[in-house]
């Protein structure tokens, strides 16, 4: 990355302007989470409901407990896992520095320090928490390439840095720590890492408030998507996982790896998509591990969760 693309990136964020960022599990829209306006031009390209809050990015965790309220559960996490695929959602601390409509007006914040380097280095160059909503317009599958980011909301966007497809390929886990520690979002840190420091995880909310983002539709792509296929149909792409012998084959991981498995997933969706098959069919996934976060997003691409 040339040092000069990131200061441009970083005063076109200071400007309001909206900036295409890599991060180790999906690009981002990036935009300053202090303005208003520039968080308003996010829900706008993305086609986002204001009712789904976003994320603050910030540099490190010294940066985050200046927004955030952290207890000792959080501590914990964040000192596991960051810079790293988590996102913790906390009682604000700041409610200027992540602005009311970023956090939907909600009195809690959704934070994460990104492990990418492009990510880290333009979260310093700024100097403050940045929002970034994957840069799928609302609905659709997460970008984890830059062609893919760039044909969803590059139009919109003021710079765009380029770091190479994202390693994780999936978003990241999503933590609220508000009363029980609950799992509003499975994703690239298991559930068991977290258990594993803070005991067990209760279930997201039915109240839509308090998890906005878990809408059913979701990660969508335009084609019908069917689950837990052995047999795909004739004229059918097929997403497999595992030794597959079809006319249409998008191999999620010939050796049966969850995480090869979540890195190629949404890639795969678009490519399907667009191969001039009838519909998807996806293999069964174990719900193990990575395997979890990966079938929490293939239900919601075939509009199956309430
Ligand atoms: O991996 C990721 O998290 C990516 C990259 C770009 O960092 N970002 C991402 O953002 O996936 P987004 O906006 O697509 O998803 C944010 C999720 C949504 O489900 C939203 O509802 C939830 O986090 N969220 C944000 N703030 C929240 C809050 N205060 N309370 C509950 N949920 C919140
Ligand atoms: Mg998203």
Same mark, same amino acid.
């Given at each position: ?49 204001? @009712? ?17 309220? @952290? ?9 596991? @896992? ?27 914040? &959704? ?30 599958p997460?970008?984890t ?22 390693q994780v390929g999936l ?15 499975p994703?690239a840190?298991t ?24 809408? &059913?539709?979701?990660?969508?792509p335009?084609?019908?998507v069917r689950l837990d296929v052995s047999t795909p149909g004739r004229g059918e792409a097929y997403l497999a996982f595992g030794p597959a012998r079809h006319d249409l084959v998008f191999q999620l991981s010939e050796a049966r790896d969850l995480a090869e498995a979540a890195a190629n997933l949404f890639a795969h969706l678009r490519a399907a998509d667009?191969s001039?098959a009838?519909g998807i069919a996806v293999a069964p996934i174990p719900q193990e591990g990575l395997g979890e976060a990966i079938n929490d997003r293939l239900k919601?691409a075939a509009? @199956?969760?309430?």
């Amino acid at each position: 990355m040339d040092p000069s693309d990131l200061i441009s990136a970083a005063d076109a964020l200071k400007a309001g302007g909206l900036v295409l960022m890599p991060t180790e599990t999906v690009y981002g829209l990036a935009a300053d989470a202090a303005n208003p306006r520039a968080v308003a031009a996010v829900f706008a390209a993305k086609d986002r409901p204001s @009712f789904n809050p976003l994320i603050a990015h910030v540099a490190d965790l010294e940066a985050a407990r200046r927004i955030a309220r @952290f207890d000792d559960r959080a501590e914990k996490l964040a000192a596991a @896992f960051w810079p790293g695929p988590l996102t913790l959602v906390l009682p604000v601390a700041d409610a200027d520095a992540v602005c009311e409509l970023a956090r939907a007006g909600l009195d809690t914040v &959704a934070v994460r320090a990104p492990a990418h380097p492009v990510a880290r280095a333009l979260l310093e160059a700024f100097g403050g928490p940045v929002v970034a909503p994957s840069a799928n317009r609302s609905g659709r599958p997460s970008p984890t390439t830059f062609e893919a980011a760039v044909e969803e909301t590059g139009a919109r966007t003021a710079a765009a840095l380029d770091g190479g497809p994202c390693q994780v390929g999936l978003e990241s886990t999503v933590v609220a720590l508000l009363d029980e520690a609950r799992l509003l979002r499975p994703g690239a840190i298991t559930r068991a890492q977290i258990e594993a420091l803070v005991g067990p995880l209760a279930e997201a909310e039915a109240d839509a408030r308090r998890s906005p983002g878990r809408l &059913a539709r979701h990660y969508a792509p335009d084609l019908p998507v069917r689950l837990d296929v052995s047999t795909p149909g004739r004229g059918e792409a097929y997403l497999a996982f595992g030794p597959a012998r079809h006319d249409l084959v998008f191999q999620l991981s010939e050796a049966r790896d969850l995480a090869e498995a979540a890195a190629n997933l949404f890639a795969h969706l678009r490519a399907a998509d667009r191969s001039g098959a009838t519909g998807i069919a996806v293999a069964p996934i174990p719900q193990e591990g990575l395997g979890e976060a990966i079938n929490d997003r293939l239900k919601r691409a075939a509009g @199956f969760v309430g």
